[in-house]
C-alpha cells in the first residue's frame, strides 16, 4: 500500500481476497485499501462508482462469510443485554491485552494477579486507541488497518489473545505512539527492561512448549489449563463420552496422528 507505481492495485486485490480465503480477519484489509485509494479515486465519477461496487461486494461477501459469527454474536448481545455485553467485551479484551502486554497467559499466573493484569490490559488498549489517534495524521492506511481488525475482534465478547498475534507488530506501534502522544518522553532505560522481560518471558514460553512436545503421554496432562485433557485423551483411544466435542473434531481434523495412549505414545 505504501508502493507509489499505480500497478500495485493489480497485486493489492488478489492479496487481500487470498488473505480473507485463509482468514476472516483478512476482510481487516479492505479498509485500509480504500482508504489508500481515496485520493485517487475520488477525481474521478466513475471511479468512485466503480469502488462503491466494489466495497458493497466487499461487504455483502463479508456478511456472508461470517454470517455464524455474525448470529452468535447477535444472539450473545440479545441474551445479555447491552450493558452485560459491554461488560463481558471490556473484561474479556482487558484480559487480551493483560496477556500481551505481560507476555505469560492468566492459566499460568496466580490467581491474585489477574486483577492488576485485567487492569494493566485495560490501560494498554486505551493506550492502544490513542495511538491510532496519534498515528492517523502519520499513516492513514495503518490507522484505517487497526480501526478495522479492532471493530471484527472487540465486538467478540470472549478473550482469546492468539486474534491479535498477526497484527502484533502493529498493535506495539500504536501502543507506543499512544505513550508517546500522552507522556511525551520516557526513559530509555525502562523501555529496554521492559523489552528484556518480555524476552525472557517469551524464551520461557518457547521452553514450556518444547517441554510440551516432547512430553509424550503426560501431554493431554500438561497442556493448557486441564480443560481440553479429556478432550485430548479420547482423541487417542476409541472413548469418546464427556468430552468437549468442538474440540474432538478440531484434534482428529488438525492434529498430528498418534498411536494409543496406553501404549505411552503420543
Not at 464427556?242 to 498411536?259: G, I, K, S, T
Request: glycine share 8%; aromatic share 14%.
Amino acid at each position: 500500500m505504501t508502493v507509489s507505481s499505480r500497478y500495485k492495485w493489480i497485486a493489492l486485490l488478489p492479496c487481500i481476497v487470498c488473505a480473507i480465503e485463509v482468514r476472516f480477519i483478512g476482510l481487516a484489509l479492505i479498509a485500509p485499501l480504500v482508504v489508500t485509494a481515496w485520493p485517487s479515486v475520488s477525481k474521478h465519477r466513475m471511479a468512485v462508482a466503480a469502488a462503491a461496487v466494489v466495497a458493497l461486494g466487499c461487504l455483502g461477501v463479508g456478511i456472508w462469510a461470517g454470517h455464524h459469527y455474525l448470529v452468535l454474536n447477535f444472539q450473545i448481545f440479545k441474551n445479555n443485554g447491552p450493558w452485560r455485553f459491554v461488560e463481558k467485551n471490556v473484561i474479556a479484551h482487558s484480559q487480551d491485552f493483560g496477556e500481551l502486554v505481560v507476555n505469560a497467559p492468566f492459566s499460568k499466573l496466580p490467581s491474585w494477579s489477574h486483577g492488576p493484569m485485567l487492569i494493566i490490559g485495560g490501560a494498554a488498549w486505551l493506550l492502544f486507541f490513542a495511538g491510532i489517534a496519534a498515528l492517523w495524521g502519520r499513516s492513514h492506511w495503518l490507522s484505517g488497518y487497526l480501526i478495522a481488525y479492532s471493530g471484527l475482534i472487540f465486538p467478540w465478547p470472549f478473550t482469546d489473545p492468539r486474534f491479535w498475534l498477526p497484527a502484533m507488530p502493529l498493535v506495539v506501534v500504536a501502543m507506543h505512539a499512544g505513550l508517546m502522544a500522552l507522556f511525551k518522553t520516557l526513559p530509555r532505560g525502562m523501555l529496554v527492561a521492559y523489552g528484556v522481560i518480555f524476552c525472557v518471558l517469551g524464551f520461557a514460553a518457547l521452553g514450556y512448549s518444547t517441554r510440551l512436545t516432547f512430553s509424550g503421554p503426560n501431554f493431554a496432562y500438561r497442556y493448557g489449563d486441564g480443560r481440553l485433557t479429556t478432550a485430548y485423551l479420547a482423541h487417542c483411544t476409541t472413548s469418546t463420552t464427556n468430552v468437549d466435542q468442538a474440540a474432538l473434531h478440531l484434534l482428529r481434523r488438525y492434529e498430528w496422528h498418534c498411536r494409543d495412549v496406553q501404549q505411552g505414545m503420543f
